[in-house]
């Protein structure tokens, strides 16, 4: 799928198209996420749902800022099952999804930061 540069419509709105805060947002989205992400996917491995869920809900606020809703919400489908314990057995189905898309995601972030 060739790379295409995220809208940023709200962080564009909210920073009035500053290119060097978009960059650093981008920047710390690329340094926070995987440090996060893989203790989402630790804990899910561990069947850790609890803190599964707390990191879920961190790292989904860090997508839906950048206007990413795919991945916010399968974040959102797996922090609403770790949360209320109720049909548990759909999150590491839903963690795949996610995986599936992860390195494709990174990517287009960089993308969009060298092209701002």
């Known amino acids: 799928m ?3 540069i995220l809208p940023l419509t709200d962080l564009r709105e909210s920073f009035e198209n500053d290119k060097n805060i978009l960059g650093a947002i981008l920047d710390i ?4 996420v995987p440090e996060d992400c893989l ?3 630790q804990s899910i491995n561990s069947g850790d749902y609890t803190t599964a869920g707390m990191q879920a809900h961190k790292v989904k606020s860090s997508y839906r800022t950048l206007g990413i809703t795919k991945m916010a919400t399968i974040l959102q489908g797996i922090e609403d099952r770790a949360k209320n314990k ?4 759909d999150i590491p189905n839903l963690l795949h999804q996610f995986n599936e898309n992860y390195e494709q ?3 287009q972030v960089l993308y969009t930061k060298e092209h701002l």
Not at 29 to 32: A, H, L, Q
Not at 86 to 89: G, R, V
């Open 2 to 4: 060739p790379l295409t």
């Open 29 to 32: 989205f690329m340094v926070e």
């Open 39 to 41: 203790l989402l996917q």
């Open 86 to 89: 109720k049909d548990m057995q």
């Open 105 to 107: 995601i990174n990517a």
